[in-house]
């Protein structure tokens, strides 16, 4: 069965930091993307970071640049996403989803893990 689970969330206050864990099992890691998103309820799901685990390529959303680093350890098939300056705005539950290499579209989904962040 393909699986990703995350975790890692929590309450924080602002300006600290948490590291989200996204552990994946059931597909060919090295031939898929792996992302994160966030959600708040009522808003639209935001894709905030992914990653190749083909060739290591990462990109980032213009609301976490500088602030988050997305890493995937490809012997634990785990894919981590280190949040730093977290702040209200943050608070969201996230999500980490995979894609072939070859599809555009991630179909495959975790369960979300909440983040909180205080002021």
């Known amino acids: 069965d393909v699986q990703l689970q995350a975790s890692g969330g929590g309450l924080v206050q602002a300006g600290g930091s948490l590291r989200l864990s996204c552990v994946t099992s059931?597909?060919?890691?090295?031939?898929?993307?792996i992302a994160w998103f966030r959600q708040v309820p009522g808003n639209y799901r935001e894709g905030l970071s992914c990653?190749?685990?083909?060739?290591?390529?990462?990109r980032y959303a213009d609301s976490v640049e500088g602030r988050f680093t997305i890493s995937s350890d490809n012997a634990k098939k785990t894919v981590y996403l280190q949040m730093n300056n977290l702040n209200p705005e943050d608070t969201a539950v996230y999500y980490c989803?995979?894609?072939?290499?070859?599809?555009?579209?991630?179909?495959?989904w975790g369960q979300g893990t909440q983040v909180t962040v205080s002021s």
């Open positions: 990653i190749d685990n083909g060739d290591g390529l990462t």
């Open positions: 059931g597909f060919r890691f090295n031939r898929f993307a």
């Open positions: 989803a995979a894609r072939r290499l070859r599809n555009s579209r991630y179909d495959l």
